[in-house]
């Protein structure tokens, strides 16, 4: 998965309750940072802004190999293996 966030930032995804969500109308998930993580090149006042990955569905058929490779479809089955351990 690219992005432009910073390492620091993508290691402060929590997905705990609340913090990961699943939005099934535009077929995205939505990550928030750890209550408290303050990024390098941000200010104190200003919250952290969400991280949303939109998902594959919409561009690749289900057929398709490359819906495989789909980033919220990829969340959700990490999350079903972590969960069950």
């Known amino acids: 998965m ?4 910073r390492r620091s930032e993508i ?3 929590f997905v705990e309750d609340g913090h990961l969500r699943f939005d099934f109308s535009v077929c995205s998930v939505t990550l928030l940072c750890q209550p408290g ?3 390098k090149n941000q200010l104190p006042s200003i919250t952290s802004k969400h991280f949303m990955v939109p998902s594959l569905s919409r561009t690749c058929d289900h057929e398709d ?3 495989l490779l789909c ?3 990829a969340f959700k089955f990490y999350l079903s293996r972590v969960m069950s351990i």
Do not use: H, I, Q, T
């Open 65 to 67: 190999e490359d819906g």
């Open 11 to 13: 290691n402060a995804l």
């Open 71 to 73: 980033p919220v479809r």
């Open 2 to 5: 690219a992005s432009v966030k």
């Open 37 to 39: 993580f303050l990024a």
